[in-house]
């Protein structure tokens, strides 16, 4: 499965994953209000770029990781934290405590989970009054903007399935995906809030992370090698070596509230 590439490099991810910027990890904390008591559930952490902020808060945290290579690296990451753990398992298969954490937390990750039980499974584990949280990014257009419209030609010529005159939407015109939350009747109101960041990259830092991406890392390894190669000729002849590049994360919530029994 796609899911399963990010596991392929694992340093690789680690070193290339930005983590989330400090305002949307306060802004988590404060609407999941944790205590020393809370256990916090995060479903797909990679390398911890989620974690290691929670654990450093002081979060009782279980999190649940299909790469075997991915875990290492987060129980690594997370050495200082003893109260955070590292389980290695497909969420869907997964099997919990029952419902009793206070928190449930999964960030650009929920998309690899089936979606026939990924919100079922993640507020069942839920206890009462507990919070589920999803973190979603959007490459949005800023930045670098000249740099990526003419990137779309090495996109065309090394990517056949890349159509054509493709460019980043405007932040304003991405639309929240909260459908699948406001039709569970165990979640009560959904409440999103928005978070832009602009990172520069090194030409070599932005191929890293390009390299993490499954879309990148599906490519033939010919067809991906003269990719890279052209958008860093591009980057290193005509940018002075960097680009800038925007993203738009958002902090969707929900709480678990007990419906009354007909």
């Given at each position: 499965m796609l899911r399963d590439v990010f596991d392929e490099d694992a340093e690789l991810y680690d070193r290339a994953r930005p983590a989330y910027p400090s305002v949307l990890v306060d802004a988590l904390i404060g609407e999941a209000a944790p205590t020393p008591d809370t256990r916090?559930?995060?479903v797909g952490p990679g390398t911890g770029q989620l974690t290691v902020p929670l654990a450093r808060a002081g979060c009782r945290i279980t999190a649940v990781e299909l790469g075997p290579s991915l875990a290492a690296v987060a129980r690594r990451n997370l050495r200082p934290f003893p109260e955070a753990r590292v389980e290695v398992a497909a969420f869907e298969e997964w099997t919990p405590p029952g419902p009793v954490f206070g928190l449930a937390v999964c960030?650009?990750?929920?998309?690899?989970?089936?979606?026939?039980?990924?919100?079922?499974?993640?507020t069942a584990a839920l206890a009462p009054g507990g919070t589920l949280a999803l973190i979603t990014t959007h490459h949005v257009a800023g930045g670098s903007e000249e740099f990526f419209a003419r990137a779309q030609g090495c996109y065309e010529r090394w990517d056949p399935a890349t159509p054509p005159g493709l460019r980043a939407s405007d932040?304003?015109?991405?639309?929240?995906d909260t459908g699948e939350l406001d039709a569970c009747d165990r979640l009560g109101p959904v409440r999103i809030r928005r978070f832009s960041r602009e990172i520069t990259y090194t030409t070599g830092a932005y191929l890293d992370v390009l390299r993490t991406y499954s879309g990148h890392r599906a490519l033939p390894a010919p067809a991906r090698e003269g990719l890279l190669a052209c958008l860093a000729g591009l980057i290193d002849n005509e940018y002075g070596g960097s680009v800038t590049k925007r993203y738009l994360h958002e902090l969707i919530t929900a709480r678990r509230v007990e419906r009354p029994a007909p």
């Amino acid at each position: 499965m796609l899911r399963d590439v990010f596991d392929e490099d694992a340093e690789l991810y680690d070193r290339a994953r930005p983590a989330y910027p400090s305002v949307l990890v306060d802004a988590l904390i404060g609407e999941a209000a944790p205590t020393p008591d809370t256990r916090v559930l995060e479903v797909g952490p990679g390398t911890g770029q989620l974690t290691v902020p929670l654990a450093r808060a002081g979060c009782r945290i279980t999190a649940v990781e299909l790469g075997p290579s991915l875990a290492a690296v987060a129980r690594r990451n997370l050495r200082p934290f003893p109260e955070a753990r590292v389980e290695v398992a497909a969420f869907e298969e997964w099997t919990p405590p029952g419902p009793v954490f206070g928190l449930a937390v999964c960030a650009t990750a929920f998309h690899w989970i089936d979606p026939a039980v990924r919100v079922l499974r993640m507020t069942a584990a839920l206890a009462p009054g507990g919070t589920l949280a999803l973190i979603t990014t959007h490459h949005v257009a800023g930045g670098s903007e000249e740099f990526f419209a003419r990137a779309q030609g090495c996109y065309e010529r090394w990517d056949p399935a890349t159509p054509p005159g493709l460019r980043a939407s405007d932040e304003s015109d991405v639309a929240s995906d909260t459908g699948e939350l406001d039709a569970c009747d165990r979640l009560g109101p959904v409440r999103i809030r928005r978070f832009s960041r602009e990172i520069t990259y090194t030409t070599g830092a932005y191929l890293d992370v390009l390299r993490t991406y499954s879309g990148h890392r599906a490519l033939p390894a010919p067809a991906r090698e003269g990719l890279l190669a052209c958008l860093a000729g591009l980057i290193d002849n005509e940018y002075g070596g960097s680009v800038t590049k925007r993203y738009l994360h958002e902090l969707i919530t929900a709480r678990r509230v007990e419906r009354p029994a007909p």
